[in-house]
């Protein structure tokens, strides 16, 4: 079993220094949260795919989830969802 722990809980940092510091705990994992400040897909480019890759791979840290239970990104806590059919939003 791998422990890790949430970006969620380093929302005033960037995706790149929650994962550091979620690797200076001590976890073995984590779970990045598909919104923003993190990993936002509208926001996110093939380079900072790349960097985190690298990133999670120089910290020695799987990826036990992605987060996807809130898109403050386009709406508010819940509403819409990743699930839900595209209503003018950026939700594909």
């Given at each position: 079993m791998t422990f890790g722990y949430s970006t969620n809980a380093f929302v005033k940092f960037s995706l790149f220094e929650?994962?550091?510091?979620?690797?200076?705990?001590?976890?073995?994992?984590?779970?990045i949260m598909c919104d923003r400040p993190h990993l936002y897909p509208d926001d996110f480019g093939?380079?900072?795919?790349?960097?985190?890759?690298?990133?999670?791979?120089?910290?020695?840290?799987?990826?036990?989830?992605?987060?996807?239970?809130?898109?403050?990104?386009?709406?508010?806590?819940?509403?819409?969802s990743w699930i839900e059919p595209r209503s003018g939003s950026a939700i594909p």
């Open positions: 929650a994962v550091e510091k979620i690797a200076r705990l001590g976890f073995q994992g984590v779970e093939p380079e900072d795919l790349t960097r985190l890759r690298r990133l999670l791979q120089e910290q020695g840290l799987g990826v036990t989830n992605l987060n996807s239970f809130t898109l403050f990104a386009v709406g508010d806590t819940y509403l819409p």
